[in-house]
C-alpha cells in the first residue's frame, strides 16, 4: 500500500486535508452496483484533537468531525448498517452492527464524544476495529464495505504508517474501502 496526501491550502478560516491510504492491489476491480453499505466509522479523539483546527479559530479539529460525523449519519439509509468506533491511545466500540433504522443511537452516541480528550493517536488499533467490525454477521452481508476514518492523522501510539498500509491492503484485497478525512493544518 502506498499512503498519499492531498492538502487543500488552508485559508483564514478553514483548513482542509484529504488523507487517504491507497492500496497497490494488482488483482481485478471490483464494479459495485447500488447496494446496501455497510460503514465503520472511525473518530479520532486524541488530545491534539482538542487543538483549533487552524491558528485563527476558537472551533477545534473534533468539533469539524463531529459536523463530518453527523453529515454522515444523516445520508445512511435504512438498510444500511453502521458502527462507531472512537479512538485515541485505546479503541473504543460504541456501536456495532446498528441498522440505518437506529440512527437515533449515532446522534446519541456522537453527543457523548466531546468528553474524551486524552492520549495519543492509535490509528492502527481503529483500522483493525473496523475491519473485525466489518466481518460481523450483520455488517458482512451488504456488498458495500467502507471504513470512514476521521483524524487530524499523526500517528502516535501504536503500530505505524507501514502496518497502516499492510492493513489497509488486506483490506482492499477483501473489497473494503477506506476513505479518509483528515482535520487541521498541522
Do not use: W
Amino acid at each position: 500500500a502506498k499512503a498519499s496526501r492531498q492538502f487543500v491550502t488552508p485559508d483564514d478560516n478553514n483548513a482542509i486535508a484529504l488523507v487517504g491510504l491507497k492500496p497497490i492491489h494488482k488483482g481485478p476491480t471490483r464494479q459495485y452496483q447500488e447496494g446496501n453499505f455497510s460503514l465503520a466509522l472511525t473518530i479520532d479523539c486524541s488530545g491534539s484533537m482538542d487543538d483549533p483546527e487552524n491558528p485563527q479559530s476558537s472551533v477545534t479539529k473534533l468539533d469539524r468531525a463531529i459536523e463530518g460525523l453527523r453529515e454522515i449519519a444523516g445520508q445512511i439509509r435504512s438498510n444500511d448498517r453502521f458502527s462507531l468506533i472512537a479512538f485515541d491511545d485505546h479503541v473504543a466500540p460504541m456501536i456495532t452492527g446498528a441498522s440505518g433504522e437506529e440512527r437515533h443511537r449515532i446522534l446519541n452516541a456522537i453527543d457523548q464524544l466531546r468528553c474524551r480528550f486524552h492520549g495519543g493517536t492509535n490509528v492502527y488499533g481503529a483500522l483493525e476495529q473496523a475491519y473485525a467490525n466489518l466481518q460481523t454477521s450483520e455488517m458482512s452481508l451488504n456488498p458495500v464495505q467502507t471504513v470512514i476514518l476521521l483524524t487530524d492523522g499523526e500517528i502516535t501510539v501504536g503500530r505505524g504508517e507501514k502496518d497502516c498500509c499492510r492493513l489497509a491492503t488486506k483490506m482492499a484485497e477483501q473489497g473494503i474501502v477506506i476513505d479518509t478525512l483528515g482535520y487541521g493544518t498541522n
